[in-house]
């Protein structure tokens, strides 16, 4: 049975980063729009089936036990800007960089999207986005992979700020029709899961309509 995650879990700085330059490039109305990530709520219904909808073309039927709910956030959605996390593994406390006091979890997974009023333009902001995934980390790997019918960019990389407690992850970057959207998963090291294998699993279970 899936514990419920009631805590305020962790965002990596660089999420953050990556987070308010996507709202950046979607609205082109500046890092004000930056979202705070503690307004968010916990759907149970969600939860419980696993089930989460993000904006009019994406649902997610999250199968992995690994992978619990964490967030699921609509504040931005007039818009037309999503976002929803889930968490894996223990958790232990964790001082973040502005003194507060967060659940450091093993391995975090979130999904960030836009839909916008052309085809053209999503690809362009996935472009941005794919960019600044690239400027952000210490990239090893990237490739194009096909998932559940959807083409995705995929890169994995390192971590190399020593102040960020996670030590490397996954990003996929793709678009459908007028949405583009980002899922990046996370690890801390010494977590033995093979984090491409289980994106792509959860990828698998995510339609496009």
């Known amino acids: ?101 967060v659940s450091l979890y093993d391995a975090q997974l979130y999904v960030l999207a836009g839909e916008f009023k052309t085809a053209e333009a999503a690809q362009e902001n996935m472009n941005n986005w794919l960019a600044a995934g690239k400027s952000n980390y210490d990239v090893i790997g990237e490739e194009n992979i096909d998932c559940n019918g959807q083409s995705y960019s995929l890169i994995t990389y390192q971590f190399t700020n020593s102040e960020n407690p996670y030590d490397h992850g996954v990003s996929v970057f793709g678009v459908y029709e007028d949405m583009a959207v980002c899922m990046e998963l996370t690890c801390v090291k010494g977590y033995d899961e093979d984090l491409r294998q289980m994106l792509t699993d959860f990828l698998e279970n995510c339609d496009y309509h």
């Open 1 to 101: 049975m899936k514990r419920k995650h009631t805590k305020t879990h962790l965002t990596t700085p660089k999420i953050v980063t990556l987070i308010c330059t996507i709202i950046c490039t979607a609205t082109l109305s500046g890092c004000a729009l930056m979202p705070d990530l503690s307004n968010t709520t916990n759907n149970a219904s969600e939860e419980e089936s696993g089930q989460v909808k993000i904006g009019s073309h994406l649902t997610i039927q999250n199968t992995d036990e690994r992978l619990t709910l964490s967030e699921h956030m609509d504040a931005l959605s007039a818009d037309g800007l999503y976002y929803a996390s889930w968490v894996a593994g223990e958790s232990t406390p964790y001082e973040n960089s502005d003194g507060e006091s």
